[in-house]
């Protein structure tokens, strides 16, 4: 996949918005791979509520794959928290299952899969591009401060690509009084210019139909984290986040201007777990966590950034985390 293909998947999102596994640029996107330790943080999630419309099933459709980006450990509890969507549609070409669908309220992530149901669909999986509409008039949301990502190999297989995606739903741009929709479509060039290029139309030939709308009521438990200046952050099982109530999309270079180089989750007993390290000599990511995504969009220093475990905790036995050694607690 090209610099270009990335590009769409994400939905047009700069780099400052979503890290990838792999390097593309020095110091922002870091492949994570080392091995568990089991703490008392990884633990049975409790309290679950189930919004009315989640199809709950007891296992994930595509286990494995959501594991790359939840680990193990964390694929379990969302079995046993019931959090499994399960939700399919299908055009005789393409499948898409949402896989796991979690909203803390301010943003909604999770994991879908695409599966190509024909041969020919199968080329048309990885040139395929997101975005999000309000369902009740098909109105393009833009920008959204979001994006999909999927990594170029463990979570892709012959015809099937699982992509984890993370979306703000409440924003000083976006109407979560409406459903929030995720339609998928390709671009096509007509061949025609308009001077500066060809011109690219949206292609529904292989996504007709294929869409699903976005939670934007909470089904996960969460705490309300705080640094001593007074910043506040939601803590959830899968990573911490802030949305200011007004934040904007940034009209200024979209650069991340505080990079995240550490995260420790402090567990009620006093434990500490090393979710992420950044070594100065090599830039190389380690954790003691295996086979996770970690993921970070927008920027620690704007009301607008989430942090992503890798796994799933039991947000009950964390007392607090620690971010480029700023201490957040309840």
């Given at each position: 996949?090209?610099?270009?293909?990335?590009?769409?998947?994400?939905?047009?999102?700069?780099?400052?918005y979503?890290?990838?596994?792999?390097?593309?640029?020095?110091?922002?996107?870091?492949?994570?791979?080392?091995?568990?330790?089991?703490?008392?943080?990884?633990?049975?999630?409790?309290?679950?509520?189930?919004?009315?419309?989640?199809?709950?099933?007891?296992?994930?459709?595509?286990?494995?794959?959501?594991?790359?980006?939840?680990?193990?450990?964390?694929?379990?509890?969302?079995e046993?928290?019931?959090?499994?969507?399960?939700?399919?549609?299908?055009?005789?070409?393409?499948?898409?299952?949402v896989?796991?669908?979690?909203?803390?309220?301010?943003?909604?992530q999770?994991?879908?899969?695409?599966?190509?149901?024909?041969?020919?669909?199968?080329?048309?999986?990885?040139?395929?591009?997101?975005?999000?509409?309000?369902?009740?008039?098909?109105?393009?949301?833009?920008?959204?401060?979001?994006?999909?990502?999927?990594?170029d190999?463990?979570?892709?297989g012959?015809?099937?690509?699982?992509?984890?995606?993370?979306?703000?739903?409440?924003?000083?741009?976006?109407?979560?009084s409406?459903?929030?929709?995720?339609?998928?479509?390709?671009?096509?060039?007509?061949?025609?210019?308009?001077?500066?290029?060809?011109?690219?139309v949206?292609?529904?030939?292989?996504?007709?139909g294929?869409?699903?709308d976005l939670?934007?009521?909470?089904?996960?438990?969460?705490?309300?984290?705080?640094?001593?200046?007074?910043?506040?952050?939601?803590?959830?099982?899968y990573?911490?986040?802030?949305?200011?109530?007004d934040?904007?999309y940034?009209?200024?270079?979209?650069?991340?201007?505080?990079?995240?180089?550490?995260?420790?989750?402090?567990?009620?007993?006093?434990?500490?777990?090393?979710?992420?390290?950044?070594?100065?000599?090599?830039?190389?990511?380690?954790?003691?966590?295996?086979?996770?995504?970690?993921?970070?969009t927008?920027d620690?220093?704007?009301?607008?950034?989430?942090i992503?475990?890798?796994?799933?905790?039991?947000?009950?036995?964390?007392?607090?985390?620690?971010?480029?050694?700023?201490s957040?607690?309840?």
């Open positions: 996949m090209n610099e270009h293909e990335y590009m769409n998947i994400t939905d047009g999102i700069d780099e400052r979503i890290t990838e596994y792999q390097d593309i640029s020095a110091g922002r996107e870091k492949r994570v791979r080392r091995r568990i330790r089991t703490t008392v943080l990884i633990a049975a999630l409790v309290a679950i509520m189930i919004p009315a419309g989640v199809y709950a099933v007891s296992q994930l459709t595509h286990r494995e794959n959501v594991s790359i980006y939840y680990s193990e450990d964390g694929v379990q509890m969302l046993d928290s019931l959090l499994a969507n399960g939700y399919t549609v299908e055009n005789g070409q393409i499948r898409l299952t896989d796991v669908e979690m909203c803390d309220g301010d943003f909604t999770g994991v879908y899969t695409l599966t190509a149901l024909t041969e020919d669909a199968k080329a048309h999986l990885d040139s395929v591009n997101v975005k999000l509409v309000y369902a009740d008039t098909g109105e393009w949301i833009y920008p959204v401060g979001g994006g999909s990502q999927f990594t190999g463990d979570a892709m012959d015809g099937e690509i699982s992509t984890l995606f993370i979306y703000p739903i409440d924003s000083s741009y976006i109407d979560n409406r459903p929030v929709r995720m339609i998928f479509f390709e671009n096509a060039e007509t061949g025609e210019s308009d001077g500066f290029g060809d011109i690219v949206e292609d529904y030939t292989y996504y007709e294929i869409y699903f939670l934007t009521e909470a089904n996960i438990p969460t705490k309300t984290l705080q640094s001593a200046d007074g910043n506040k952050i939601t803590l959830t099982p990573g911490v986040s802030r949305l200011d109530e934040w904007a940034p009209d200024d270079d979209l650069i991340m201007e505080t990079p995240v180089n550490s995260v420790v989750v402090i567990s009620t007993d006093g434990e500490r777990t090393d979710i992420m390290t950044i070594k100065e000599d090599n830039g190389t990511v380690t954790t003691d966590l295996d086979r996770i995504s970690l993921v970070t927008g620690i220093g704007s009301g607008n950034f989430t992503g475990f890798g796994t799933i905790l039991n947000v009950e036995n964390i007392s607090g985390v620690e971010i480029n050694g700023v957040y607690t309840e």
